[in-house]
């Protein structure tokens, strides 16, 4: 089956720079994508890696290491709007076609 | 484009009343899912369809659940009897076979369901 693993709580200072982790086991692997989402929000697409390397969307950055089944979301100059949850996310199965969401991690961005 | 739309936003219910949740996808998509997101066991996909045809259903907990998607712009979700055990955020997804951003979902606002 799938798993994922990625730190259940992160907090940062407003400004800084932080890096949340994502590893994970499938059976077949398509890529790695990260979803946000708000305290009464719906999940909201940030980003997506198929390949290796460092994906970069304004302030955040995504980057995959396929070798290594990891891959983190970089989120620089933080701003108090960016406390959410963040979730990491891989195709199910092999042929599959719907995506198995880890735990999440919350993000409280402190002034 | 609208996005996804779910319908109502907010059910509050007795235990054992028919709940009906409802969702449009966004045009052109192809897939369809169906989320259940508690504290305690996260976001889970109940089932999905592609082209109106469920897919798989291997997460709709139990026979009280039922799905359908008469059409490419509809699909609903029934719960029928409710149980208290069943109150959760319950999200629709769709996306688009081939995307920019490879398996891509967008996600509605959601229907927090509450049995009582």
Known sequence: ???????SEVTAVEGAIVQIN?????????????YQQHDGGAPTFLSYNALDGLEETGRFSSFLSRSDSYGYLLLQELQMKDSASYFCAVRDKTGANNLFFGTGTRLTVIP | ?????????????????????????ISGHDYLFWYRQTMMRGLELLIYFN??????????PEDRFSAKMPNASFSTLKIQPSEPRDSAVYFCA??????????????????????L
């Not at chain 2, 082209?51 to 709709?60: A, F, K, R």
């Not at chain 2, 951003?101 to 509450?114: A, E, H, I, K, V």
């Open chain 1, 1 to 7: 089956g799938q798993s994922l693993e990625q730190p």
């Open chain 1, 22 to 34: 994502c590893t994970y086991q499938t059976s077949g692997f398509y890529g790695l994508s990260w």
């Open chain 2, 1 to 25: 484009d609208a996005g996804v739309i779910q319908s109502p936003r907010h059910e509050v219910t007795e235990m054992g009343q028919e709940v009906t949740l409802r969702c449009k996808p």
């Open chain 2, 51 to 60: 082209n109106n045809v469920p897919i798989d259903d291997s997460g709709m």
């Open chain 2, 94 to 115: 769709s996306r688009r076979t081939s995307g920019e951003f490879g398996d891509t979902q967008y996600f509605g606002p959601g229907t927090r369901l509450t049995v």
